[in-house]
């Protein structure tokens, strides 16, 4: 009996020594983690507003995701240049992206549709970090939080089209805010060049896809027979104009 328990004590401890080296040699990955769950805490203080100003929260996860796309940008391309070369590369990055889309809505009034993206990404990359850091505990380490993160990655497809889908409900939606006076006039035009990137984004090809997937729903529930004609010109009137303003993808995009 002492034999069994001396020889599964060590393998059910967990190793706080090999997780301190791990922090210290991956400082900013470590420091995109922190942040990422700071970014879902002070959503959940946005949503349930149980201390303090909700909006003083709502600020603070577009601050939080400006800082994790700036430091995702460092990680990628390193030093900035004054280049046209590096210039393009980082309108290329996806984290240049985000870090835009945090620019545009600070100087807007809270939406709480705009969170929906950044709330999702942060669960699924925070999710698979958090892995990382269980692994260096031990593999017996935290059964419970393992188990909530394999059901983030088993829906990790579905939350990158709900993020794809946010993006372009948000363009339209951003035209009704200037209605509601809660935008100004450039706020669409700023948000159609962010959607763009994200269209020809190398690396995400969800929000080019999820466009590709509403054109086709629009297409068949206008083709249906039973549809009143007024609904088949709107829903046409809408397929035209987007691919009028969709830009053209290079071969590597379509493949």
């Not at 059910?12 to 991956?26: F, G, P, Q």
């Not at 269980?134 to 990655?153: C, F, K, P, Y």
């Not at 999820?210 to 829903?235: I, Y």
Request: glycine share 2%; charged share 10%; hydrophobic share 45%.
């Amino acid at each position: 009996m002492s034999d069994t328990s001396s020889t599964t004590g060590p393998t059910r401890s967990l190793n706080y020594e090999a997780l301190k080296v791990h922090i210290i040699t991956h400082k900013i990955n470590c420091g995109l983690w922190l942040i990422r769950v700071l970014a879902i805490i002070f959503s959940i203080a946005y949503f349930i507003p149980i201390f303090g100003n909700p909006y003083n929260y709502y600020y603070k996860v577009l601050l939080a995701n400006a800082a994790i796309s700036a430091l995702r940008l460092h990680q990628r391309i390193g030093r900035v240049q004054f280049t046209r070369q590096f210039a393009a590369e980082l309108l290329s990055e996806d984290s240049c992206h985000y870090l835009f889309y945090s620019l545009i809505f600070l100087y807007v009034a809270p939406v709480t549709l705009v969170l929906v993206p950044i709330i999702l990404f942060c669960i699924l990359h925070s999710a698979s970090y958090s892995l990382t850091l269980l692994d260096t505990l031990g593999q017996n380490s935290w059964w419970g939080a393992r188990l909530l993160i394999s059901l983030v990655e088993f829906q990790s497809l579905n939350i990158l089209k709900a993020v794809a889908f946010t993006e372009i409900f948000l363009m339209p939606y951003t035209v009704l805010l200037i209605f509601l006076g809660r935008a100004s006039l450039l706020t669409p035009f700023i948000y159609y060049h962010f959607l763009m990137q994200r269209y020809t984004s190398r690396r995400n090809p969800y929000t080019r896809n999820m466009f590709r997937e509403l054109r086709v729903v629009f297409e068949t529930t206008a083709a249906k027979p039973s549809m009143p004609s007024f609904v088949k010109q709107f829903l046409m009137f809408v397929v035209n104009f987007t691919t009028k303003l969709a830009p053209i993808p290079t071969p590597q995009q379509q493949q």
